[in-house]
């Protein structure tokens, strides 16, 4: 966070340069300076070398699971994977014995080229699996949680002598954090519980809207998370390692351990990181995802503005940098905006739940809450369809939250929105 009242925001591949009076503007809100403590491969060794124990225990013959993201989770894996079948080697598990699984959630199966590019060096030595959660052969159920999700979840998973998650820690706009136990519960469990867990945002009763710890940064009563950790408490993974990543994707952090514990302490730096604490809420946020491919969907563009939505005052003014040069990132998402208010999505959400339209209900929410002009290449009837106001460049988007501002108003830029949480000092 620091004071600087000219800077460049990325839409696309483009980069609009922005001046802002220093009278007008708050902050800009970017991670706080950090000091990696290695390289990559430093990092990962130095995490592993604290599982000395549990790797001790693994015996030759043990048929071991490593489970990690897809192209869409970037986590470091093709840096991170084979230092840890090294470890395994180390201790007598041969390849033959190691199955990689790729926690797909409801994504759909990953190229040969993808595969490739999540296990770097491994590719072609160690089995690699997708997970399918519409495969109830592949599936195994453990039981509901005590919301009544109930678990069902990869047999590969499930029947292996020894089991490993890996990923990274993230910020996660309904769970609090990615990571840690999001492996098991969606990664590798059935489309059925997928959605369950995911429903758990809502409150129960018709009309109230979502659970109010069911947001960004938070794990204490969360709803959401709360349903993950008892699923991957049923699994009982041997370890986990998960990293953090720096805006340039390169690994700035890892911690290995205990599921729990050490998916906490990414938890904790990652905040600790990329949060920017506020005083006062804004009256404008200008924030940009980031540039391509940070803002190829709307679906993707969303993190920004639900994150940026934070430092904003109620019924203030964003502008959103995303182009979407790809639409909305799913078929069916915008079909959710015939709903014309968001009390009538969310009603039509709890009969038909599907996770795009959760998407989709949020971009309404922040909708009705504030004014958010869209600076995109998306149609700007559909647009507006959704609440926003559509611009095409940066200085007609000006242009338009000009009449919308007093006079004296204060605002927020975010260059990196998809990276950054704005948080309030209570």
């Known amino acids: 966070m620091y004071h600087n009242p000219m800077l460049e925001l990325k839409c696309g591949d483009h980069s609009y340069p922005l001046q802002l009076a220093p009278e007008h503007l708050l902050c800009v809100l970017s991670p706080r300076p950090f000091q990696r403590q290695g390289t990559p491969v430093e990092l990962v060794e130095r995490a592993l070398d604290g599982c000395t124990d549990s790797l001790a225990s693994f015996a030759p013959g043990d048929r071991v699971v490593i489970v990690t993201s897809d192209v869409t989770r970037p986590t470091g894996s093709e840096v991170y994977l084979p230092l840890l079948v090294s470890r395994l080697n180390s201790v007598g598990i041969k390849d033959r014995d190691i199955e990689i699984v790729i926690a797909l959630g409801i994504h759909r199966k990953q190229t040969p080229a993808e595969h490739k590019k999540i296990v770097g060096e491994l590719y072609g030595r160690i089995k690699v699996t997708d997970h399918d959660c519409d495969d109830p052969g592949e599936l195994v159920y453990l039981g509901d949680t005590a919301r009544g999700v109930p678990v069902e979840v990869n047999r590969r998973v499930t029947e292996a002598d020894r089991l490993i998650l890996t990923g990274a820690v993230t910020f996660h706009y309904f769970a609090g954090f990615g990571g840690g136990r999001k492996s098991i519960l969606p990664g590798v469990s059935s489309r059925k519980s997928c959605m369950a867990s995911h429903f758990s945002l809502l409150n129960p009763d018709e009309g109230s809207g979502r659970h109010p710890k069911a947001v960004v940064g938070s794990l204490e009563g969360n709803p959401v998370h709360e349903a993950m950790l008892e699923a991957c408490g049923m699994v009982e993974p041997d370890f986990i390692l998960n990293t953090a990543l720096g805006p340039d994707k390169q690994i700035i952090a890892a911690f290995a351990g205990h599921w729990q514990e050490a998916h906490l302490a990414g938890c904790r730096f990652y905040s600790d990181t990329f949060s920017a604490p506020i005083d006062a809420q804004g009256d404008l946020v200008i924030v940009s995802c980031g540039g391509y491919p940070k803002d190829i969907n709307l679906i993707q563009a969303h993190k920004s503005m639900a994150y940026a939505s934070r430092a904003l005052k109620p019924g203030s003014v964003m502008i959103l940098l995303a182009e979407c040069r790809d639409g909305y990132g799913n078929a069916t998402f915008f079909n959710w905006f015939n709903y014309q208010t968001?009390?009538?999505?969310?009603?039509?959400?709890?009969?038909?739940?599907?996770?795009?339209?959760?998407?989709?209900?949020?971009?309404?929410?922040?909708?009705?809450?504030?004014?958010?002009?869209?600076?995109?290449?998306?149609?700007?009837?559909?647009?507006?369809?959704?609440?926003?106001?559509?611009?095409?460049?940066?200085?007609?988007?000006?242009?338009?939250?000009?009449?919308?501002?007093?006079?004296?108003?204060?605002?927020?830029?975010?260059?990196?929105?998809?990276?950054?949480?704005?948080?309030?000092?209570?």
């Open 342 to 426: 968001c009390a009538e999505l969310e009603s039509a959400l709890r009969k038909r739940y599907e996770i795009n339209g959760q998407t989709a209900w949020s971009v309404k929410e922040k909708a009705e809450r504030f004014r958010i002009v869209l600076v995109s290449k998306l149609p700007a009837e559909e647009v507006r369809t959704m609440g926003m106001i559509p611009a095409a460049t940066l200085d007609e988007a000006l242009a338009l939250a000009a009449p919308m501002l007093p006079d004296d108003y204060q605002a927020y830029l975010i260059p990196e929105g998809g990276t950054v949480l704005p948080l309030m000092q209570t």
